[in-house]
């Protein structure tokens, strides 16, 4: 069997053993793109390139975190629950989270991007407008189907709202950019340029309604009424732009 890596860093200089200070999370990684920031023995990260066992042991404790937090809730979450689950010892998980709060952010933003992504997957081969857009709505109807996130807003509900208000802002912005020949193919027809911000952010806005007050009846007309929605938000955008 081949070799774990391993990892190596420069001893640090006396000055940086007296100016030495944590990064702050901006929320945008300061690591380059095919690297990750490990925690080593708690403290601050150090860069290391990622191989393919410590993705999947990456992978693994996120797995495991959401079937803690769904359990237990954010507050009560316990480091020791999450390596039971996941089937790594406490010095394993250190190796690649600083904290609790540490392993809750990723496991927030992880989520964000895994439904980003595969949404962009979704519908990156769909040229035609009419069927990127019907795609979009199959892919959000499912999402809601499937999602656990009620589940997360019932046991974890403060931090529930915080990943929903990241997800509602993100996808303001990729929404425009996966409906791009969708407003094209709009604007052209038209002759006017919507508002697609305004667009996207009642998309979503819907979205997260059915979250929080999902229908009972008629669940699977998801897709007509969103189609209904947006040929109003069109017809009133189209009005103001006329005036």
Not at 1 to 7: D, F, H, Q, V
Not at 113 to 118: D, V
Not at 156 to 181: C, E, M, T, W
């Amino acid at each position: 069997m081949p070799k774990a890596a391993s990892l190596k860093t420069e001893a640090p200089t006396p000055a940086s053993r007296t100016k030495k200070k944590a990064l702050p999370d901006t929320g945008a990684s300061q690591v380059k793109p095919g690297e990750r920031r490990i925690a080593a023995n708690g403290g601050a990260g150090i860069k290391v390139k990622p191989n393919r066992r410590s993705e999947e042991t990456i992978a693994n404790i996120l797995k495991a975190t959401e079937e803690v937090v769904l359990l237990s809730g954010a507050d009560r979450i316990s480091i020791l629950d999450v390596c039971q689950v996941a089937g790594v010892s406490r010095g394993t998980f250190y190796r690649y989270f600083a904290s609790q709060e540490d392993l809750l952010d990723t496991f927030s933003r992880h989520k964000r991007e895994s439904f980003h992504s595969s949404l962009s997957q979704e519908l990156g081969h769909i040229s035609d407008p009419e069927a990127r857009l019907n795609a979009l709505f199959a892919y959000l109807d499912n999402y809601l189907e499937q999602s656990r996130a009620r589940r997360l807003l019932v046991v974890a509900p403060d931090y529930a709202l915080g990943f929903f208000r990241r997800i509602f802002h993100d996808s303001i912005v990729r929404f425009q950019d996966g409906l791009g020949i969708v407003f094209d193919d709009w604007d052209e027809r038209l002759g006017v340029r919507l508002d697609r911000e305004l667009i996207c952010e009642m998309i979503i806005r819907y979205v997260l309604s059915e979250i929080l007050v999902p229908e009972a009846a008629g669940r699977r007309l998801f897709p007509v009424r969103m189609k209904k929605l947006l040929g109003a938000l069109i017809m009133g955008s189209t009005s103001r732009t006329r005036r």
